[in-house]
């Protein structure tokens, strides 16, 4: 069992740190909902073989997070600020660490336009997505304000549900699913295209780095790493079940015409001709899964700019207006907004997989020659 109990203070401040599990929970959160929600922006470059290039790279990324673990241990060292400006000092540790702040405010951008327009556009159709964004960034700006207590139980009690949910529709959508759309594999070998596609399913799950920012907080530094891989074993298989699921479901030529498959897929769910209960879990997971992701992106954001020092009282105010309006602006129009995430997926993997293993590299190189000239 998740102990997700928090003891407070007189004041209010928090006594207790989080532990290795609630990390967990937290790779959880940011690295699931992008995957499973726009597959087909990558599967248009992967076509059918779009679960190949998913497979390597997942393992790739599970190496990737092997390593930025177990460098957190082994330099003794879990803040980025100090591990960017240790590796190239103030100047370029600065620099570099305002670019992955920036790609966090972009995954804000993310999670609220494809959040309103998903549902706009798929099940709440005469519901403007601008009322929909309203409701959404609002409720995430209560529970970020409210501390990290409220963000963890949050995030536990969500993913948890979103879990169960996800299994279930997995079950219920079984009968549907023709794996002869698999075939022929690699029927035209490696093109330039299935190459896109793997870079950007790289860059999707390098959201997992924004867990890195919650690493300081944790009690039980030992056991961040069995915890986390396990977690992210965990992310890897769910998302190949996933995406081989609805190449099996739709065939890929009219998956690549879906913007959000998985809303689909579960229309297709009928029990007995009078039971349709698809929705209902693909809502769960699609609105608790975004909503998830911002606040902990959010809040991972927040601890940056402190660490950058250009944080005030009015930055969680600001930062939520500006997400706003880049979420008017990008959810009135799918075109657009999936133009976006095209750029945002390279986007990740500079400033999520890229920046981030260069700089805990050199950082490491350091601490090891640094600890043998003492």
Known sequence: MVNISIRYSKGGDIIDKF????????????????????????????????????IIASIIIFL???FMLSSFKKTNTFNLYNIYCGALGKFWGNFLLILFAITLFLSLVESASV???????NML??????????????????????GKAALIITTVISMVLIIISGINLSI?????????????ILKDGIRPDIIK?????????????????YIEDIQDKNKIVRTSLISLIFIIQMQIISIMGIITT??????????????????LVELSRFMESGEFFVMLQILGGWYIKYVLTFYALMKILKDLKIYDKYTIYTSSLLVLIAGLALSQDTFNLFRFLNYYTYICLV????????MMLIFRIRTVQKNRGQ
């Open 172 to 184: 219920l959508t079984i009968k549907y699913k023709k794996l002869y759309y698999l075939l022929p």
């Open 197 to 213: 596609s793997f870079l950007q399913f790289l860059g999707l799950y390098g959201c997992f780095t924004i867990a890195f920012a």
């Open 19 to 54: 532990n290795a599990r609630h990390l967990g929970f937290i790779i959880l959160g940011v690295s699931i909902v992008s995957l499973k929600t726009y597959p087909s922006l990558m599967t248009r470059n992967g076509g059918r073989d779009s679960w190949i290039t998913l």
């Open 125 to 146: 159709f005469e519901v403007p997505s601008w009322y929909i964004l309203i409701f959404f960034v609002c409720p995430a700006l209560y529970t970020i304000k409210k």
């Open 351 to 358: 400033n999520f997989v890229i920046i981030p293993f260069i």
């Open 64 to 66: 990737y997070a092997w």
């Open 115 to 121: 959040e309103a327009n998903s549902m706009h556009t």
């Open 250 to 267: 739709f065939e890929i030529r009219y998956l690549n015409t879906m913007p959000y498959p998985k809303l689909l897929q579960t229309q």
